[in-house]
C-alpha cells in the first residue's frame, strides 16, 4: 500500500491523477497511522475530505466528478489554451502583484533571522522553494511540500503571506495553486490576504482554483466577496458546476449579512 500511496503522490504532484485516485489519497491520509515520512502530505488531504463534507450537496458532487475529469497537463511552458488564458489573465493583475514579487525577492536574502526560533525553519524553507527566481527550478512535488511548512508555523509576516499569494496566482500547477489558497485561509486576518482571495478570483481559469476559492471566502465570511463571485455567475463562459458554486456562495454570504443586520 505504501508503495502505491508513494505512486500516486507523484502523479497527484504532477496532476496526473483521476478523481478516484484522489479519492484513494483522501481515504489513506484519514488514517491514525500514517507513516512519519509521509505525514507532511495529510494536511491537505485531510482539509479536501472536511470541506467537502461541509459545502456541497450530493448532486453538486456528482456533477463536480463529471466536470472536472480531465488532468491539468503538467508541463509548465506548454502552449495550451489553459496556459494562454492564464497569461492573458495574470497580465491583468501584474502590476498589482508584480511589485509584490519584486518585494518578496528582495527580503528574502536580509530577512531570514526575522521569524521565531520555532517559525525559522519553515519559513527558510518556503523562502528557499517559493521565491519567484525559483520556480522554475523546483518541482511542483517541492513547491506543495513548501507551501504545507506554512501549518508549521505560529506566526506569519507578510513576506511570508506574500509568497503564498504569489504562488495561488502565479504558479502553472494547479495543485501547488490549491495548495496556496488552502493554506492562506489560515491566515485570513493577516494584511492583505482577504483582499488577495478576492482579486484571485479575477485572475483564476481553472474550475477547480475557482470553486476553492469560492468556499474560501465562505468559509471566513468575506461579505465583500459578493461582487465579484456574482461575475462568476453571470460569465458564460465558466462552467455551470462553477456558476452554480457562485450562487450557492452568494446565497451563504447574503444570508449571513442579513442574519447579522
Known amino acids: 500500500m ?18 478516484q485516485e484522489e479519492k484513494e489519497l483522501r481515504q489513506f491520509f484519514q488514517q491514525d497511522n500514517i507513516p ?10 485531510r482539509y479536501f475530505a472536511s470541506t467537502r463534507t461541509q459545502h ?3 448532486a453538486f458532487t456528482t456533477q463536480l466528478a463529471k466536470k ?13 489554451s489553459w496556459s494562454l488564458r492564464l497569461a492573458a489573465s495574470v497580465a491583468l493583475l501584474i502590476l498589482g502583484f508584480g511589485a509584490g514579487l519584486f518585494y518578496t ?18 519559513a527558510l524553507a518556503m523562502k528557499k522553494v517559493l521565491t519567484f527566481e525559483q520556480l522554475a527550478k523546483t518541482s511542483a512535488s517541492e513547491r506543495i511540500q513548501a507551501v504545507n511548512q506554512s501549518y508549521e508555523l505560529t506566526q506569519v509576516d507578510q513576506e511570508i503571506t506574500q509568497l503564498l499569494i504569489n504562488t495561488l496566482n502565479f504558479d502553472a500547477n494547479v495543485n501547488v495553486r490549491l495548495a496556496a489558497c488552502q493554506a492562506l485561509v489560515r491566515f485570513e486576518n493577516e494584511p492583505d490576504v482577504r483582499e488577495a482571495l478576492i482579486q484571485s478570483l479575477k485572475i483564476q481559469t481553472d ?55
Do not use: C
Not at 508503495?3 to 478523481?19: C, F, N, V
Not at 512519519?36 to 488531504?45: D, G, I, K, P, V
Open 2 to 19: 505504501k508503495q502505491d500511496i508513494e505512486k500516486l503522490l507523484e502523479k497527484y504532484y504532477e496532476g496526473e491523477t483521476s478523481l
Open 36 to 45: 512519519e515520512h509521509l505525514m507532511s502530505h495529510a494536511a491537505q488531504f
Open 56 to 58: 456541497p450537496s450530493l
Open 68 to 80: 472536472l475529469s480531465a488532468p491539468e497537463p503538467s508541463r509548465i511552458f506548454g502552449l495550451t
Open 105 to 122: 525577492s528582495w527580503r528574502y536574502g536580509t530577512n531570514d533571522m526575522a521569524a521565531s526560533s520555532t517559525d525559522a525553519e519553515p
Open 207 to 261: 474550475p477547480n482554483i475557482q470553486i476553492t476559492l469560492i468556499d474560501a471566502l465562505v468559509a471566513i465570511k468575506e461579505k465583500r466577496a459578493v461582487d465579484e463571485i456574482q461575475r462568476l455567475v453571470q460569465d458564460q463562459k465558466v462552467l455551470d458546476i462553477v456558476r452554480q458554486k457562485a450562487e450557492e456562495g452568494i446565497n451563504q454570504l447574503t444570508h449571513e449579512a442579513n442574519t447579522v443586520s
